[in-house]
């Protein structure tokens, strides 16, 4: 059984195994597609870059792609991480709580009414996208704040519910009222993407992403502390509030700029962080770490089935994760409330 | 050395006092217990001792230093809480529950060592709970899972413990297993504490001294067989009782008889 005396040696191994998962991912992945490519002509250094074609599909075509997926999926899972341990329930997760029906809202305005407007050379979908989940944020926040006597997280849960239904019915407002073409290009967006057109969009989500990521990391042992409630952390030296400002808000940093870059891909947040707790236990010191890089290398996979496996068409990656979501969904409810 | 000083509080601005002009102090190596019916302001009491609220008026001291001044950190080096019950939502084990009582002596990236360990595992020991140290903290009975959060305070080596009815959900073998263990505590280790309950008779075991509580106002206060009286007992809970020494227990014993009120 864990003792701590070797938590160090189980997070080296965690980190690595997890890792090593995570890199063989971003090998394996773009070498998948109607085009085959092989992994030693894509690294043979003796053909030059503008001759060698498979080392063109591999870094130009599908790299990328594979890169949004990885920063994707590990966005997602560490947003669950994080909303499981401060709600305090395992069911709580960017979806579940409407933070990625409000991301979605806001970029489903900005494609739709073609607010092109570029902040800081950043375009406009990934901050309306982190304003859409910071207002589902800030709606649900204030409900747990409201209840003085601890956060009833099923009531927080059921406001997801009813924000998720409230966004939603919006954003068709917004296709209703927006012009056919706009609207299509919309609802392309939303059936959730990770088809990237280049290297830039992948940095540009990396920069929100990094931060939050590194202001999360500094948190492990303050998320095990307020997963037995907000009294016993703070009764054992956690700053609650501070904690809570700067993980929830790193969390909505990262739901919005997920939700930016490969539109709304649920289930994520919660199938990485269960199967994770599963194998690493439930010590965030080691399922932080293990679900960065374990729902990096979920979505990836995910991606790969979404491209190849339902025709040459291919199918959103979004509906991959939903058809493997929704039935795991149920069931973790089914074992929890049996 | 724990010691409150006329203090008042309300949960919201505008909204009645849960506490009115309360002054309490807890003594080194003494049990307090806070005693008083439903609302009568216990919880929020132990909530103002340990930092965690701030008095509207009024102040709390630690060996004369003002609470509200001290770090959380430095707070829980001093002061642990039990609460009546724990849940985790996630599975710790027992042992890993027990070393989060190790937070406040560790810097932010700083794994337990040997000596947390075994601090912890010492923990365990005193509490009779070493067995459990594998086993997930959520299938422990309601007992052992008390023992263990006791167990948890402990590892963090304060010189106080509160308790908010530590026995409040457990049946009559745990509620007296944890109070043997208490008083076990307070002797073998002088562990300092302040207990609210409802349960006379656990106070009666217990508590050197009690504050006895009513809308906010502490109506007594002294040494338990003092304060402890059929008087008192009826005007906190407007119940007759019968308030004798047992001679098998060893203790005054309270026996509630009819609702007078």
């Given amino acids: 059984m864990p003792a701590s005396n070797d938590l160090r040696r189980r997070i080296v191994v965690t ?18 597609g109607t085009t085959p490519i092989a992994l030693s002509r894509v690294f043979d250094r003796s053909i030059p870059f503008a001759d060698n074609v498979d080392a063109q599909v591999f870094f130009i075509a599908r790299l990328p792609r594979v890169l949004a997926a990885l920063l994707v999926g590990s966005s997602l899972a560490v947003a669950g991480v994080v909303f499981q341990a401060f709600l305090r329930n395992p069911l709580a997760s960017p979806d579940t709580l409407g933070l990625s029906t409000g991301a979605t809202l806001g970029a489903v305005v900005v494609i739709t009414f073609h607010i092109d407007a570029t902040m800081f ?12 989940s910071s207002i589902a944020l800030a709606i649900v926040y204030a409900m747990s704040v409201a209840r003085r006597h601890g956060t009833s997280s099923t009531v927080l849960l059921l406001a ?22 706009d609207t299509f290009r919309a609802i392309r967006w939303m059936m959730g993407s990770l088809d990237v057109g280049s290297y830039t969009d992948v940095v540009v989500a990396l920069v929100p992403m990094g931060a939050a990521l590194a202001a999360i990391a500094a948190l492990p042992r303050v998320l095990d502390l307020v997963s037995l409630g907000a009294a016993a952390a703070e009764s054992r030296g956690v700053d609650v509030r501070r904690a809570e400002r700067l993980a929830l808000v790193s969390a909505s940093v990262l739901t919005g700029s997920a939700v930016s870059l490969g539109g709304p891909i649920p289930f994520v947040g919660i199938i990485v962080p269960h199967i994770v707790r599963l194998i690493v236990g439930a010590d965030h010191r080691l399922v932080l770490p293990a679900s960065a890089l374990f729902g990096g290398s979920f979505l990836i996979v995910c991606d790969v089935v979404a491209r190849v496996a339902f025709g040459p068409a291919g199918m959103p990656v979004g509906a991959v994760t939903a058809l493997l979501g929704g039935p795991f969904f149920l069931w973790l409810l089914f074992r929890r409330f049996r | 050395m724990l010691a409150a000083h006329g203090v008042s509080f309300a949960y919201d601005r505008g909204a009645p006092l849960v506490l009115d002009g309360v002054s309490l102090s807890i003594e080194r190596g003494g049990i307090v217990g806070l005693i008083g019916p439903n609302g009568s302001g216990k919880t929020t009491m132990l909530r103002l001792l340990s930092g965690t609220l701030k008095p509207a008026s009024g102040r709390v001291t630690l060996d004369g230093a003002d609470v509200g001044a001290l770090s959380r950190r430095h707070l829980a080096r001093r002061i642990a809480v039990v609460p009546q019950d724990t849940h985790s939502a996630f599975d710790f084990t027992a042992l890993e529950i027990v070393l989060m009582g190790r937070y406040p002596h560790l810097s932010a990236f700083e794994l337990e060592g040997a000596t947390d360990l075994s601090i912890a595992r010492d ?51 745990f509620q007296l297993e944890i ?21 006379l008779n656990l106070a009666a075991t217990l508590c050197s001294d009690l504050v006895l509580l009513k809308g906010g106002r502490a109506i007594a ?32 014993i309270v026996v509630p008889l009819a609702r007078v009120e």
């Fill in chain 2, 221 to 252: 206060a002294g040494a338990t067989r003092d304060v402890l009286t059929r008087e008192n007992v009826r005007i906190l809970y407007g119940v007759d009782a019968d308030v004798a020494d047992h001679p098998r227990a060893g203790h005054l």
């Fill in chain 1, 15 to 32: 980190i690595a195994a997890f890792g090593a998962i995570a890199a063989a991912a971003c090998l394996a992945a773009p070498l998948v």
């Fill in chain 1, 121 to 132: 050379g950043v375009s406009a979908v990934p901050v309306a996208s982190f304003v859409g």
């Fill in chain 1, 160 to 181: 997801g519910v009813a924000l998720s239904a409230f966004f939603g019915a919006l954003n068709r407002l917004v296709q209703v009222v927006g012009d056919f073409t």
């Fill in chain 2, 123 to 173: 923990a365990l020991a005193a509490t009779g709970t070493i067995g459990l140290e594998a086993r997930p903290f959520a299938t422990l009975s309601g007992g052992e899972k008390q023992r263990v959060v006791i167990a948890s305070a402990l590892a963090q080596a304060s010189d106080v413990l509160l308790l908010d009815e530590p026995t409040a959900s457990l049946d009559p073998g």
């Fill in chain 2, 179 to 199: 109070a043997a263990l208490l008083l076990r505590l307070n002797r073998e280790r002088g562990v300092t504490m302040a207990v609210s309950t409802h349960d």
